[in-house]
């Protein structure tokens, strides 16, 4: 089966076209990183305008770098939600057009669905059942995967994502956008051991996240040292420490808990260096650690081709009056017995 992957739920529009037999064919993505600087963060009206703009472009390109025509593709996937409700509504419009348009059945895909899957494009998968750390804008979230479809929710962040603690701490420091980036570049200039950030939650039993006290904590010890660009560079270290290490303490004691020894690391933050460097060393306490390459962390429509090859080979098909979820909880999809 053939699928054409549209993601527009923020600020990237990605169009990928996934083959189910020979694996991802093509896949274009482009940022809306420039538009949205001058702001300071994303622009939902704007947003959604640059992905009517690019959409089709990135589609025509995606086809012809496969090499198949339109009459080829047996079905669109197309993320419908969460995300911005504009952005998302240009993509599923444009999914559920094109798929009535081919005579082809469309799939809504849940795009933390397809982060969590992104490992599946790489050429040594993970094999069932493993824990999934997804880090991706507002989410943090621990997951049990039994298979696709098949989420056990274990731990959830109660304010503050990591990513948007990285955002906000970012802006603290006089960082652009993206910040959490910007954090990371700067952090490898920082010299370790001067400043020292709590590690949150960790001290207590469960899996649960919370990091809107490392921003606070972030803004108190700035406001007490002199402010220079070495001092930046410390505090953003310290920062990076923190939440780095609450995330391996929380991956580990999730696998502890459950007993599993495999774990998936996807979502933007999961492109962060330090991160994908801690977290890679369990493998010497025998845990098997898979990661999507780092573009295929932030988000990208070969994710939501794969996610939605799977659910479409399982079945299932949007109705012509499609809709999408700004808000949608992961547990939500169906389960799906994937066919032979």
């Given amino acids: 089966m053939r699928v054409i992957g549209l993601e527009t739920s923020c600020d990237e529009t990605g169009v990928a076209v996934?083959?189910?037999?020979?694996?991802?064919?093509?896949?274009?993505?482009?940022?809306?990183?420039?538009?949205?600087?001058?702001?300071?963060?994303?622009?939902?009206?704007?947003?959604?305008?640059d992905h009517v703009r690019r959409v089709l472009p990135l589609l025509r390109q995606a086809l012809d770098e496969a090499?198949?025509?339109?009459?080829?593709?047996?079905?669109?996937?197309?993320?419908?939600?969460?995300?911005l409700i504009g952005a998302l509504l240009v993509g599923a419009a444009v999914g559920r057009a094109l798929a009535w348009c081919l005579g082809v059945p469309a799939v809504g895909v849940h795009h933390m669905e397809g982060h969590l899957l992104a490992p599946m494009l790489e050429a040594d998968p993970p094999d069932f059942p493993f824990i999934a750390l997804l880090v991706s804008g507002g989410h943090t979230q621990l997951v049990r995967v039994d298979a696709i479809g098949h989420y056990t929710l274990l731990g959830d962040t109660l304010d503050d994502a990591a990513g948007e603690a990285f955002d906000k701490t970012a802006k603290l420091l006089g960082l652009g956008y993206p910040g959490g980036p910007a954090l990371a570049r700067l952090a490898e200039r920082g010299r370790r051991g001067r400043f020292h950030f709590p590690r949150p939650m960790v001290n207590r039993p469960g899996l649960d996240f919370?990091?809107?006290?490392?921003?606070?904590?972030?803004?108190?010890?700035?406001?007490?040292?002199?402010?220079?660009?070495?001092?930046?560079?410390?505090?953003?270290?310290?920062?990076?420490?923190?939440?780095?290490?609450?995330l391996v303490i929380k991956c580990r004691r999730a696998l502890t808990e459950t007993g599993l020894d495999r774990l998936v690391i996807a979502g933007g933050v999961g492109a962060n260096k330090s991160l994908r460097h801690q977290l890679q060393a369990l493998s010497a306490d025998g845990i098997r650690v898979h990661f999507p390459r780092p573009a295929f962390c932030t988000?990208?429509?070969?994710?939501?081709?794969?996610?939605?090859?799977?659910?479409?080979?399982?079945?299932?098909?949007?109705?012509?009056?499609?809709?999408?979820?700004?808000?949608?909880?992961l547990g939500q999809p169906a389960p799906v017995a994937l066919r032979d």
């Fill in 210 to 246: 919370s990091f809107s006290g490392l921003k606070t904590h972030a803004l108190t010890t700035l406001q007490q040292v002199a402010d220079d660009a070495q001092t930046r560079a410390d505090l953003a270290l310290a920062f990076e420490e923190a939440v780095v290490e609450t």
């Fill in 299 to 329: 988000d990208n429509g070969a994710m939501i081709a794969y996610a939605g090859c799977c659910r479409l080979l399982a079945g299932e098909a949007a109705a012509l009056a499609f809709g999408a979820w700004p808000r949608w909880a």
């Fill in 67 to 83: 090499s198949v025509s339109r009459s080829q593709i047996d079905g669109i996937a197309f993320t419908a939600g969460p995300g």
């Fill in 18 to 49: 996934y083959d189910s037999d020979r694996g991802l064919l093509a896949h274009g993505l482009y940022s809306q990183t420039s538009l949205h600087q001058d702001y300071g963060g994303v622009v939902p009206e704007l947003a959604s305008r």
